[in-house]
């Protein structure tokens, strides 16, 4: 099962990212120095996780979704 799901079209995903202030889109990218770097598109959300595993987990904890 895939942690990447997209219910809109790539282009009414990018202008909701673009319009900012809400979370609508969470990123967990690995940093060159070990550790992934988590961030939201609400702008107020940014942290650095041990693994992606942990970075997902930290996302869905920002947004309060679930992983089921």
Do not use: Q
């Given at each position: 099962m895939s942690d990447n799901v997209m219910y809109d079209s790539p282009?009414?995903?990018?202008h909701d990212v673009a319009g900012a202030g809400a979370c609508v889109a969470q990123s967990?990218?690995?940093?060159?120095?070990?550790?992934y770097v988590c961030a939201c598109a609400c702008e107020r959300w940014?942290?650095?996780?041990?693994?992606?595993?942990?970075?997902l987990r930290l996302a869905r904890e920002h947004t309060g979704s679930s992983a089921e």
């Open positions: 282009t009414e995903f990018l967990v990218i690995p940093r060159d120095e070990g550790g940014e942290v650095v996780a041990t693994s992606r595993e942990e970075g």
